[in-house]
């Protein structure tokens, strides 16, 4: 999978860099600045890079729907995001991961 300069998530443009972590770390999200950061290191292997993406888009779209500011848990809440946001995101652009 060749690196991706961003993708859209519920509407907004997400930029998408890459940088290595001395830790380990394979990603992180931003909310604030809309922006998502992957390690070079997953560039090596196209699976664990479409993961790491899906990975933090998942925390962008919680952040964007509010679910990681609930201030408890609710299996319902998670299953009914993933079923209506991050799932289609998945559909639409599951092109990325074959590129």
Not at 23 to 34: E, F, M, T, V
Not at 75 to 86: D, G, W
Request: charged fraction near 25%; include cysteine.
């Amino acid at each position: 999978m060749k690196p991706v300069k961003s993708v859209t998530v519920l509407g907004h443009k997400i930029k998408v860099e890459y940088t290595t972590w001395d830790d380990g770390q394979w990603g992180s999200c931003d909310l604030d600045n809309r922006s998502i950061k992957l390690s070079r290191q997953c560039l090596k292997d196209d699976e664990q890079h479409w993961a790491t993406l899906v990975h933090e888009v998942t925390h962008m779209i919680f952040g964007m729907a509010g679910i990681a500011y609930m201030e408890s848990n609710s299996e319902e809440a998670y299953v009914r995001c993933i079923e209506s946001l991050l799932i289609p995101w998945i559909m639409e652009n599951y092109s990325l991961k074959n590129k």
